[in-house]
């Protein structure tokens, strides 16, 4: 398969999987992913390698994971990390792009530490900071202005009630604006115009275009927020969850979230409003894919679609994302159409945002660098699996308002999340795919929880991820494992 000379990849943020058309979702419109998945390529296992915005964002460009490139938290809710990635040592992947003679854009959201934007990674594109729409950046307020837009304005505010009283985090509300002005298809605009001032150039181009939605809260025009049928909506199975033997922390973040104060009935509103932001989305998509046909682009483009986590949304109840490692936050939506190769593939082999920077690079026609942690997906894409593709899944977080490590391990049948500040646990998925019985201490399950927590240890200490560490001292990590880490000890302790 020959590279094809430029690459468009479009992404959201905290995007659920089951809200598109292609994965299943009968209610939620979304024709023009839809149609991008019937011309390409649908991951059913694509995963974030951590479920929070910048370290997976950090990961997208570095091509190593978190505990690596060690950029840890978003910055708004810092717990004493590092704020800004050290480009000297994982150069981002744009370096090698533009060496190859690409035009590089980058419009939206950038959320890749404080205070490096776009442009210090090599980008054209202004530099939106932080996690949610900047609609008061000089650069939006111009554009409503010249379009004689109103500016941004929210009536009608969704929230729960904190236990004290206090009225809790924003959750949704109707954006005074028209779709027009809305800071989504703004977003659209500038792709657009960026996409026909590269057309123009001539030279291979690599263009993002990042949305900061469906990320809550949801602040959509009225016929947006109101556009699907509550009595549609049917809510999660795992909304039945109890948190009996499971980590303290998840009940603490549906209280953070004030779950139990806003009731079923709110709650549908809410999951309608969120598939009414993934519609809104979707149309910025459609879009910009017109323009690349109009420009007649689109046989030598490869277009990629994804996001940097899930959302709750009401799952597990819970909202946001955090520290639970539940597949509503890990598992993302992944489409690729790539010039010459074939439509309308499901693909379920395991596949990670990790993955997506060497896919870039090789793409682009460059050799992939030898520390890159992820695979290109271009065999996949192409249609064929290569016998030693990964068998499992294996993410991370570090913390989100607070330090709470945790490393999981996925295969198709099951789940082992390791969390060292409470209980673990183990999920069949194929007995309980809305993850809602720990299963850890079931003694029927003991083989496959030897096994797995083997397997992450393994992956873990291959690696050079220091959390193997911990597995060492306090799980059954099988007798070989065990017997080499504490080999590499003792050589560490005697050496000179």
């Known amino acids: ?56 964002r950090a990961t997208l460009q570095t091509g190593v994971l978190p505990y690596r490139h060690t950029l840890l938290a978003n910055y708004e809710r810092n717990v004493g990390y590092r704020e800004e990635l050290d480009d000297d040592a994982f150069p981002p992947f744009s370096q090698y792009l533009h060496k190859a003679g690409y035009q590089l854009g980058h419009i939206g959201k950038w959320h890749v530490g404080k205070v490096k934007g776009p442009a210090d990674f090599g980008y054209d594109g202004e530099h939106y900071p932080g996690w949610g729409n900047a609609v008061q950046h000089p650069d939006y307020r111009q554009y409503l202005a010249e379009h004689g837009y109103p500016e941004f304005a929210v009536r009608s505010p969704v929230r729960g009630t904190f236990a004290n009283g206090e009225p809790g985090n924003l959750l949704a509300g109707i954006l005074e604006q028209p779709v027009e002005a809305t800071f989504e298809y ?103 894919l017109a323009v690349v046909d109009e420009l007649g682009l689109a046989d030598d483009t490869a277009v990629l679609f ?52 060497p896919t870039f690079v090789e793409l682009a026609g460059v050799e992939v660098p030898a520390h890159y942690q992820g695979r290109s997906l271009l065999p996949l894409i192409a249609g064929s699996r290569p016998d030693d593709w990964p068998a499992e899944v294996v993410a991370e977080f570090h913390g989100h308002h607070f330090p709470y490590p945790q490393r999981m391990i996925r295969t198709e049948d099951y789940k082992l999340v390791v969390n060292p500040a409470d209980v673990n646990e183990l999920y069949d998925l194929r007995a309980d795919p809305d993850e809602l019985q720990n299963r850890y201490d079931h003694p029927e399950l003991a083989a496959v929880r030897r096994a797995l927590m083997g397997r992450l240890y393994d992956v873990l200490r291959e690696r050079g991820d220091n959390f193997y560490h911990w597995m060492t001292s306090m799980f059954e990590v099988g007798a070989k494992t065990y017997d080499t880490a504490l080999s590499d000890l003792d050589e560490e302790t005697t050496r000179p």
């Open 1 to 56: 398969m020959s590279a094809p000379t430029n690459i468009l990849l479009l992404m959201t943020d905290q995007h659920r999987l089951d809200t598109l058309g292609c994965y299943g979702n009968q209610v939620c419109e979304t024709p023009a992913l839809d149609a991008l998945a019937a011309g390409g390529s649908r991951f059913t296992n694509g995963f974030t390698p951590t479920a929070i915005c910048t370290p997976a």
């Open 186 to 288: 703004f977003l659209a605009e500038r792709t657009i115009e960026q996409l026909r001032r590269y057309a123009e150039d001539g030279r291979p181009f690599y263009l993002t275009c990042n949305w900061f939605g469906p990320h809550l809260p949801y602040l959509l025009p009225e016929e947006y927020y109101y556009r699907y049928d509550v009595d549609r909506v049917e809510l999660p199975v795992s909304i039945a969850e109890t948190f009996a033997n499971k980590p303290r922390v998840q009940q603490h973040y549906s209280s953070h979230w004030t779950f139990d104060s806003v009731g079923p009935d709110r709650w549908r509103e809410l999951i309608a409003a969120y598939w009414g932001y993934v519609t809104l989305i979707d149309e910025q998509v459609g879009r910009i």
């Open 306 to 357: 994804t996001a940097d986590h899930g959302e709750f949304t009401g799952a597990h109840r819970l909202h946001d994302k955090g520290p639970a490692m539940y597949d509503d936050i890990y598992r993302v939506p992944l489409i690729a159409r790539v010039p010459g190769s074939p439509a309308g593939q499901v693909q379920d082999a395991f596949a990670t945002l990790t993955d997506l920077t």
